[in-house]
């Protein structure tokens, strides 16, 4: 079994910045895809970034692109996201997700179904 756990959302005023972590632990493995997603109340999960193990660099949202950077520590099973700039609109609740499997396609890693692990979520809240 795997266990996902995040942590690191609050409170934050609009401008300001959060980092979040996501650590995988149990049966993991070395090779990984994991992603950020976002729920907002009354409004459906959406993407936010992802990166895989063997990846330089994340894939994002356009509506985060250029606010929030993903990284990870292969060696933690760990990912962060950086929010910078955070806006009214960024409030929710952030869930982080892993996979194990081969996802040879970055636009899969923004479909929730690519991930077979998640954790319980963190809020974060954006105020003005």
């Known amino acids: 079994q795997v266990q996902v756990a995040e942590s690191g959302g609050g409170s934050v005023q609009a401008g300001g910045s959060l980092t979040l972590s996501c650590a995988a632990s149990g049966r993991t493995g070395s090779n990984y895809a994991m992603g950020w997603f976002r729920q907002a109340p009354g409004k459906e999960r959406e993407f936010v970034a992802a990166i895989k193990s063997s990846a330089v660099s994340g894939f994002y949202a356009d509506s985060v692109r250029g606010r929030f950077t993903i990284s990870k520590d292969n060696a933690k099973n760990t990912v962060y996201l950086q929010t910078n700039s955070l806006k009214v609109e960024d409030t929710a609740v952030y869930y982080c997700?892993?996979?194990?499997?081969?996802?040879?396609?970055?636009?899969?890693?923004?479909?929730?179904?690519?991930?077979?692990?998640w954790g319980q979520g963190t809020q974060v809240t954006v105020s003005s």
């Open positions: 997700a892993i996979t194990f499997r081969l996802i040879p396609f970055l636009i899969q890693l923004s479909k929730s179904t690519t991930y077979d692990y």
